[in-house]
């Protein structure tokens, strides 16, 4: 199993930009597919963005695309970042790093697959 440790929320008011990084151990022979997931308070965890094991290939939530970019380390594969820009008050959530290994050239956009989770970091934007 890979073990994912993330750092960067914080509190930003609305418009503003965050960057979230989420660090990937463990289970490194291969890489996996990583992405973000977000939880607000009374609601279900959600998709918001994920990238493949080369990196090469990404996926959106409606709701973020355009503002957030998801983005790999190229050399070790090993840690993934989500640049928020354009932060809206509708963006807070806990947002949660994961990891899981899909078929080549699958991004899954729920969280069936995804077998290893961050502790989550808080992102709140206020208006």
């Known amino acids: 199993q890979v073990r994912l440790v993330e750092s960067g929320g914080g509190l930003v008011q609305a418009g503003g930009s965050l960057r979230l990084s989420c660090a990937a151990s463990?289970?490194?022979?291969?890489?996996?597919?990583m992405g973000w997931f977000r939880q607000a308070p009374g609601k279900e965890r959600e998709f918001v963005a994920a990238?493949?094991?080369?990196?090469?290939?990404?996926?959106y939530a409606d709701s973020v695309k355009g503002r957030f970019t998801i983005s790999r380390d190229s050399a070790t594969k090993n840690t993934i970042w989500l640049q928020m820009n354009n932060l809206k008050p509708e963006d807070t959530a806990v947002y949660y790093c994961?990891?899981?290994?899909?078929?080549?050239?699958?991004?899954?956009?729920?969280?069936?697959?995804?077998?290893?989770w961050g502790q989550g970091t808080q992102v709140t934007v206020s208006s």
């Open positions: 994961a990891a899981g290994y899909f078929p080549y050239g699958v991004i899954s956009r729920t969280m069936r697959g995804y077998d290893s």
């Open positions: 463990g289970r490194t022979f291969s890489s996996p597919t």
């Open positions: 990238i493949s094991a080369s990196g090469d290939t990404s996926a």
